[in-house]
């Protein structure tokens, strides 16, 4: 395999289905098969998800939340999507833990480096959930965070899009997709892969983040095992 450690990151309307709200049945089922597959291939897996289907922090504040309440509520969405996902693993046979980035018992494990690490090397998944544990960072920081935390090969974007284009191809036709990108190319270019934070976080750390399509069937074995789905940025 290419990559032997990565962390998938899932934004939380992926797991909403087609109208990217509350928890789709199917699209868990889906996600938790690819990502038993990658572990049945031996690879060590990590998951950061969004919670963008249930509550995000900045759609609080458009209603009159104080944005620190508003980000908590959002922390506390991505364990919803977390324990979801890993219920279904566990349906699978797939040994799956949830961590939490404050405590939350027992709803989940307080977050700690080597025991996410002991957890992915023993052949289960860990499920990180609720974000950094601060205000005003996004899921996509966390990953990053995470990411550098676990000493990943690479941070996995899984989109509905397959890659990285010039334009947004669901409104550009013709847009062009690239196969791979220098963090310095997509800094010029001031495409928006990930948050800044999360950015610099990965550059800095020489961390390669793939963005492909999550919905492609196999797609995610596919790149696992070094074909060229998606976009690279390295």
């Known amino acids: 395999m290419k990559y032997k450690r990565v962390l998938l990151k899932l934004s939380g309307e992926s797991i909403g289905g087609a109208d990217g709200k509350g928890l789709d049945e199917k699209v868990l089922e889906k996600f938790a098969l690819e990502i038993k597959s990658a572990v049945q291939k031996g690879v060590q897996v990590a998951v950061v998800i969004g919670g963008g289907n249930i509550f995000r922090g900045l759609q609080g504040t458009g209603h009159g939340f104080d944005r620190v ?3 908590q509520m959002g922390m506390l969405a991505t364990v919803i999507n977390s324990i979801a996902l890993s219920v279904t693993l566990k349906a699978m046979g797939v040994e799956a833990e949830v961590y939490t980035a404050t405590p939350m018992k027992p709803f989940a494990k307080y977050y700690q480096r080597d025991n996410a690490l002991k957890m992915i090397q023993n052949g289960g998944v860990a499920i990180i959930a609720g974000g ?3 205000p005003f960072f996004t899921t996509d920081s966390a990953s990053a965070l995470r990411s550098a935390e676990l000493g990943v090969d690479a941070l996995l974007k ?10 947004d191809p669901e409104k550009v ?12 190319e997509a800094l010029s270019r001031n495409l928006k892969i990930m948050d800044a934070t999360a950015f610099a976080l990965c550059r800095e750390n020489k961390i390669p983040i793939v963005v492909f399509d999550m919905n492609g069937s196999g797609n995610l074995i596919k790149l696992l095992s070094g074909e060229e789905i998606g976009t690279v940025v390295f």
Request: net charge neutral; no cysteine.
């Open 132 to 134: 950094t544990g601060n």
């Open 173 to 184: 036709p013709g847009a062009k997709r690239f196969s791979t990108l220098s963090f310095d």
């Open 158 to 167: 899984g989109t509905r899009v397959d890659g990285v284009y010039d334009a």
């Open 69 to 71: 309440k508003g980000d």
